[in-house]
């Protein structure tokens, strides 16, 4: 709780504002994003469960290629509906692994847990709860195998260049020599497109943003007046940047309290609540990411529209 508190009064006493996105994943949001993969605008899911529907064996190959024992750490797992079809292409294998969900909602993990081995029955899965580094270090250091990182979903897109280039280089050195890293990548194309994405007709992203303010009222006993905000996302092409904000309507304070202390903060109207960004990469900016990070890619995996890309990467 302290540390949810911490980062919000951090945030919104910032110039500019911003709250984190790591928090949108509580029971709610989950669900609202469950809903928003599915819905038209939302290309992304559709775009990279296409690629590992249809070539999961052959991702599957090169990973029994380098190793056929292994830990498999999931970074920000989701609901897993995409990684299950990897998960099966390497247990068809007769690749012996143990999966290793890596999610900061509890909830999340525990769905996995449930649900997993009713699909793949024989799935060795053991669900770990919090950061992604915290949790892939204390892997390292309990297990010697080989390891296979996922990072799907183009979240790695959740960060700045330099925050990304700073993620994959933590990787690489808690990684050992011949390890691998699975990572997905929105590619850049039609801005509009793009756009759509982060602005769908149900407004589920709007609803997905929103539920952030709504998580602060109930857990941090804030007052936030949800119909007093607005959502507002922008492009930039030259940058690849997608970033998502939420708009104060106006003038107006909002409390909120970790029971000790309470924060009383003061919105101009039009002011912005910086929310997300969604970065988009080209096939060179992805390159030059894991040359900067010590990693050699080993092969891409393209969609059929060439809109999004899940590169297998190795460390030297």
Same mark, same amino acid.
């Given at each position: 709780m302290s540390k949810f508190y911490d980062d919000v009064k951090q945030g919104l006493s910032s110039n500019p504002k911003r709250l984190y996105s790591k928090y949108f994943y509580d029971k709610v949001g989950d669900a609202i994003f469950q809903q928003l993969m599915h819905s038209p605008e939302y290309y992304l899911s559709e775009c990279e469960l296409e690629i590992l529907q249809q070539q999961s064996a052959d991702i599957a190959d090169q990973v029994t290629d380098h190793f056929n024992e292994f830990d498999l750490i999931e970074l920000g797992a989701g609901d897993a509906s995409k990684s299950v079809f990897l998960l099966q292409g390497l247990l068809d294998k007769g690749s012996d692994f143990t999966y290793y969900p890596v999610d900061i909602s509890q909830n999340v993990i525990e769905q996995l847990e449930d649900k997993l081995p009713k699909i793949l029955p024989s799935i060795q899965i053991k669900g770990l709860n919090g950061e992604y580094l915290t949790m892939l270090k204390q892997l390292t250091e309990q297990s010697s195998k080989p390891k296979l990182i996922l990072f799907l979903g183009a979240n790695i897109g959740n960060m700045n260049m330099d925050h990304a280039t700073t993620l994959c280089q933590k990787v690489q050195e808690l990684l050992k020599p011949g390890d691998l890293f699975f990572i997905g990548f929105d590619l850049k194309k039609n801005p509009l497109t793009i756009l759509a994405a982060y602005n769908d007709k149900a407004g589920l992203t709007r609803d997905f943003n929103l539920n952030l303010l709504s998580r602060i009222n109930k857990k941090l006993a804030g007052n936030f007046d949800l119909d007093a905000f607005y959502h507002y996302p922008n492009y +930039?092409?030259?940058?690849?940047?997608?970033?998502?904000?939420? @708009?104060?309507?106006? +003038?107006? #304070?909002?409390?909120?309290? +970790?029971?000790?202390? #309470?924060?009383? @903060?003061?919105?101009?109207?039009?002011?912005a609540i910086f929310m997300e960004i969604s970065r988009k990469y080209s096939i060179e900016e992805i390159e030059d990411l894991a040359k900067a990070a010590g990693f050699e890619i080993t092969n891409h995996f393209l969609d059929s529209k060439k809109w999004f890309v899940d590169s297998l990467w190795r460390k030297n």
């Open positions: +930039d092409p030259m940058t690849g940047a997608c970033k998502s904000y939420l @708009i104060s309507a106006k +003038d107006q #304070e909002v409390s909120f309290s +970790d029971g000790k202390d #309470e924060v009383s @903060i003061h919105f101009k109207q039009h002011e």
